[in-house]
């Protein structure tokens, strides 16, 4: 999937792949997508609710060894 | 077994305690329960889902709690948390300081043993780091500040510090009245802000680890106020309650029993010492979410990503240790346990610690936006 900006969030845990997610998107644009890498088990349901409680969409979220990568499109 | 011999009700007190703390470790993991987790969602994407969660479990705890000492079950007064002492700013500097913590160690004491049972090392860490800084709260350097400067600042409530004996020495109720109605008043209120979110509603992971947290919590009140209870030791010819590192009716809390057990494995030989509800208690969560983690095919390995992560990590488990201690508990131990006494205390800690986990993040946050 093509995205406009990338951040490594590896070896956080709750809360700062939030935080460095929610930083990122303030720097980008409407409909622009953001890719997170995470380790952090606890990332998926909190990209979840990230989603639907800020409205940015989640395009879509995978797992492969054992990092969890998230797209996120900017609302 | 004899009822009044503590050394061979010792064994059943932990037991339980290590039973309803698997069932908590095993439920926490599944469901995501996590105080700092309920603090994040809400403060950085306006989600209340899990700060219901927390809140559902508190209400469970009080509902049930208040039944047990309506019923004459078990008495609550016999726990530290309602005690005469309102060690008002201990209450707030220990618990604004844990809530900065958990939000540098990756979740509070009972997140930090959930993780471990996942595979998490840093968290493995923070256990280490928060067992020796509650030690030396307890009884180390940190104690001598805690005690001799932080908890000289204090009032004395004659009645007690619960809810119950002071609105009737307000009002001139009957404490028996009120020790009825405000645990249904105050969890009946929580209940129902809770259950008015449609989204938490729809969600049955959510309803699921409130009201298991909340029973375990209840459970851990009979745990130790009714099977380790002894009316008169042999040894002492006084009441006991076996088997409990505080020697009053304890409930869960994941700060100082994570400092017992690092003792407990230091001074192994040492035969006075045994295995405590606290000790148990940590180490069924431990069990309890490795098991899920491991059934599950979840479990995974998890080590820290640079040294700043690891330095966020030690403070945060210092912070934790000493807050703990020195507030008499944590998002567990006071919020909840303490919490389900209506002790004033813990009601001032639960806020302390939210005060502290928020404004940590909003730090982080700031932090973030100037670093570019």
């Given at each position: 999937?093509?995205?406009?900006?990338?951040i490594?969030?590896?070896?956080?845990?709750?809360p700062?792949?939030i935080?460095?997610?929610?930083?990122a998107?303030?720097?980008?644009?409407a409909?622009?997508?953001?890719?997170?890498?995470?380790?952090?088990?606890?990332?998926?349901r909190?990209?979840?609710?990230?989603?639907?409680?800020t409205?940015?969409?989640?395009l879509?979220?995978g797992?492969?060894?054992?990092?969890?990568?998230?797209?996120?499109?900017?609302? | 077994?004899?009822?009044t011999?503590?050394a061979?009700l010792?064994?059943?007190?932990?037991g339980g305690?290590?039973?309803?703390?698997?069932?908590?470790?095993?439920?926490g993991?599944?469901?995501?329960f996590?105080t700092?987790?309920?603090v994040?969602?809400?403060?950085?994407?306006?989600d209340?889902?899990?700060?219901?969660?927390?809140?559902?479990?508190?209400?469970?705890?009080?509902?049930?709690?208040?039944?047990?000492?309506?019923?004459g079950?078990?008495?609550?007064?016999?726990s530290?948390?309602?005690?005469?002492?309102?060690?008002w700013?201990s209450?707030?500097v220990g618990?604004f300081?844990?809530?900065?913590?958990m939000t540098?160690g990756s979740?509070c004491?009972?997140?930090?043993?959930?993780?471990?049972?996942?595979?998490?090392?840093k968290s493995?860490v923070?256990y280490?780091?928060?067992?020796?800084a509650?030690?030396?709260?307890?009884?180390?350097?940190?104690?001598?500040?805690?005690?001799?400067?932080?908890e000289?600042v204090?009032?004395t409530?004659?009645?007690?510090?619960?809810?119950?004996?002071l609105?009737?020495?307000?009002t001139?109720?009957?404490?028996?009245?009120?020790?009825?109605?405000?645990?249904?008043?105050?969890?009946?209120?929580?209940?129902a802000?809770v259950?008015?979110?449609?989204?938490?509603?729809s969600?049955?992971?959510?309803?699921?680890?409130?009201?298991?947290t909340?029973?375990?919590?209840?459970g851990?009140?009979?745990?130790?106020?009714?099977?380790?209870?002894?009316?008169e030791d042999?040894?002492t010819l006084?009441e006991a309650?076996?088997?409990t590192?505080?020697g009053?009716?304890?409930?869960?809390s994941f700060?100082?029993?994570?400092?017992?057990?690092?003792?407990?494995?230091?001074?192994?030989?040492?035969k006075s010492?045994?295995?405590t509800?606290?000790?148990?208690?940590?180490?069924?969560v431990i069990?309890g979410?490795?098991?899920?983690?491991?059934?599950?095919?979840s479990?995974?390995w998890?080590?820290?990503?640079?040294?700043e992560?690891?330095a966020?990590?030690i403070v945060?488990?210092?912070?934790?240790?000493f807050?703990?201690?020195?507030?008499?508990?944590?998002t567990?131990g006071?919020?909840i346990?303490?919490f389900?006494?209506?002790a004033?205390?813990?009601?001032l800690?639960?806020?302390a610690?939210?005060?502290?986990?928020?404004?940590?993040?909003?730090y982080?946050?700031?932090?973030?936006t100037?670093s570019?």
């Amino acid at each position: 999937m093509n995205f406009d900006k990338e951040i490594d969030t590896r070896g956080l845990n709750c809360p700062l792949p939030i935080l460095r997610a929610k930083k990122a998107l303030t720097d980008m644009k409407a409909g622009q997508v953001l890719k997170i890498v995470a380790t952090d088990p606890g990332s998926v349901r909190d990209f979840q609710a990230f989603s639907r409680q800020t409205g940015n969409e989640l395009l879509s979220h995978g797992e492969a060894n054992k990092e969890f990568t998230f797209f996120l499109k900017h609302r | 077994m004899n009822p009044t011999d503590p050394a061979q009700l010792a064994p059943y007190v932990a037991g339980g305690a290590f039973l309803l703390a698997f069932l908590f470790g095993a439920v926490g993991n599944k469901t995501n329960f996590c105080t700092m987790g309920a603090v994040s969602d809400w403060v950085n994407m306006g989600d209340t889902g899990r700060m219901r969660m927390w809140l559902l479990a508190i209400a469970v705890a009080v509902l049930g709690s208040g039944a047990l000492q309506v019923a004459g079950i078990v008495d609550l007064s016999k726990s530290i948390y309602p005690s005469a002492n309102f060690t008002w700013l201990s209450y707030i500097v220990g618990g604004f300081l844990f809530g900065v913590g958990m939000t540098l160690g990756s979740g509070c004491g009972s997140k930090t043993l959930i993780r471990i049972g996942g595979g998490n090392l840093k968290s493995l860490v923070v256990y280490l780091v928060l067992g020796i800084a509650a030690y030396m709260t307890l009884r180390g350097l940190l104690g001598a500040f805690r005690v001799g400067v932080l908890e000289r600042v204090s009032l004395t409530l004659p009645t007690g510090q619960d809810l119950p004996a002071l609105l009737s020495a307000l009002t001139g109720l009957a404490k028996e009245t009120l020790s009825v109605l405000l645990p249904l008043l105050i969890g009946g209120a929580i209940l129902a802000f809770v259950y008015a979110s449609r989204q938490f509603r729809s969600a049955f992971d959510y309803t699921l680890g409130g009201v298991v947290t909340g029973l375990v919590v209840v459970g851990g009140w009979y745990v130790s106020g009714v099977i380790g209870y002894v009316a008169e030791d042999p040894a002492t010819l006084q009441e006991a309650f076996v088997a409990t590192n505080s020697g009053r009716m304890e409930s869960f809390s994941f700060v100082a029993p994570l400092a017992f057990t690092l003792e407990y494995l230091m001074f192994w030989t040492d035969k006075s010492k045994i295995i405590t509800y606290g000790i148990a208690s940590a180490a069924g969560v431990i069990a309890g979410s490795a098991a899920y983690a491991l059934a599950t095919r979840s479990f995974r390995w998890e080590g820290f990503r640079d040294a700043e992560d690891t330095a966020n990590h030690i403070v945060g488990g210092l912070l934790m240790g000493f807050g703990g201690v020195t507030a008499l508990g944590c998002t567990i131990g006071q919020a909840i346990s303490g919490f389900s006494t209506l002790a004033l205390g813990s009601i001032l800690t639960f806020v302390a610690i939210v005060a502290g986990s928020a404004l940590t993040m909003k730090y982080q946050y700031w932090r973030l936006t100037r670093s570019g």
